[in-house]
């Protein structure tokens, strides 16, 4: 009877913590402060990079670009601060 009392109060907390757990914002910040991707896109031009594509991807910008030296790259940026994203 433990067992079952148990199993069912680790379920419940599970319900409740899923879906929160589950979600594609692992930064969390909130979407009024995320910045446009029109602007995100003009400070890495700003940075040398020629911006290709910016999706909304897990929390964050994915942006596929090109660097300095003409290499294409992809990488996370914060939707904030427009900051890379190292290993993101």
Request: hydrophobic letters at 40%.
């Amino acid at each position: 009877m433990c067992r079952i009392a148990l199993a069912t109060a680790l379920l419940g907390t599970l319900a409740v913590l899923g879906p929160a757990m589950a979600g594609d914002d692992r930064l969390n910040v909130p979407s009024d402060k995320w910045q446009s991707p029109t602007a995100i896109g003009e400070k890495l031009a700003a940075q040398g990079y020629k911006v290709h594509e910016i999706e909304s991807d897990d929390g964050a910008y994915e942006v596929e670009a090109t660097d300095k030296s003409g290499v294409r790259i992809e990488m996370y940026v914060h939707p904030e601060t427009s900051e890379i994203l190292p290993g993101y």
